[in-house]
Nanobody, 128 residues
Framework: VVVVESGGGSAQPGGSLQLSCTGSGAGFDLDRYAVGWFRESPGKKREVVACRSSRDGEPYYIDSVKGRFTISGEKGQKTVYLQMKNLQPDDTAMYFC????????????????????WGQGTQVTVSL
């Protein structure tokens, strides 16, 4: 399984960006895999931003992005999106998509070590 991110770039504070994560490989689709978005910036350890379970239950968000970021994906499809609104300079980071096999569950892990398949990352920069 391979996951690839796209959609990063630059935005001004208050602006928006949408990231995409597309998976490929035998058996990959959003009914079988949980998908998470993580971010990492200099001096900070990698943190989960949001995740989506294979049953597309209530998504998880870290507190700092609640109400601003939305993770979404359609059943049976291969792409997960992270819509980011009202971006702030603290959102500047390398964003990574990751996935692990987790069928028929409403749970997605908040810990990076649960995720087996990682993308290369896409940079998001928020500044004036």
């Amino acid at each position: 399984v391979v996951v690839v991110e796209s959609g990063g770039g630059s935005a001004q504070p208050g602006g928006s960006l949408q990231l995409s994560c597309t998976g490929s490989g035998a058996g990959f689709d959003l009914d079988r895999y949980a998908v998470g978005w993580f971010r990492e910036s200099p001096g900070k350890k990698r943190e989960v931003v949001a995740c989506r379970s294979s049953r597309d239950g209530e998504p998880y968000y870290i507190d700092s992005v609640k109400g601003r970021f939305t993770i979404s994906g359609e059943k049976g499809q291969k792409t997960v999106y992270l819509q980011m609104k009202n971006l702030q300079p603290d959102d500047t980071a390398m964003y990574f998509c990751a996935a692990y096999r987790s069928e028929a569950t409403y749970y997605c892990a908040g810990s990076a070590r649960e995720y087996r398949h990682w993308g290369q990352g896409t940079q998001v920069t928020v500044s004036l």
